[in-house]
Nanobody
């Protein structure tokens, strides 16, 4: 069992940047591939990015590729999402999640452990 807590959200102007953090406790972060998902008002939660247990592999949704970077520091039990060139379509609650499966995945069913989310609002 792992507990995940997101932080770093807030209000940012279009074109700006934010760095989200996800702190884990209860179990070593290295046991999990990690993902970031987001949910905008009135929409379903969608995949954003994923990173393998050691950080050697990453995957990004097309909508964020080239703008967002997922990374992790297993020694600090933390995963990050660096978000650059933000636009209004990035406004959402962002969730981190842990995946005990061997490989990366984009489907929510693969992620059994979820944080509470952090709000990101991008003003235009």
């Amino acid at each position: 069992q792992v507990q995940l807590v997101e932080s770093g959200g807030g209000l940012v102007q279009a074109g700006g940047s934010l760095r989200l953090s996800c702190a884990a406790s209860g179990r070593t972060l290295s046991s999990y591939a990690m993902g970031w998902f987001r949910q905008a008002p009135g929409k379903e939660r969608e995949f954003v990015a994923a990173i393998s247990r050691r950080g050697s592999s990453t995957d990004y949704a097309d909508s964020v590729k080239g703008r967002f970077t997922i990374s992790r520091d297993n020694a600090q039990n933390t995963v990050y999402l660096q978000m650059n060139s933000l636009n209004a379509d990035d406004t959402a609650v962002y969730y981190c999640a842990g995946n005990l499966n061997n490989g990366l995945g984009r489907t929510q069913a693969l992620y059994g452990y979820w944080g509470q989310g952090t709000q990101v609002t991008v003003s235009s």
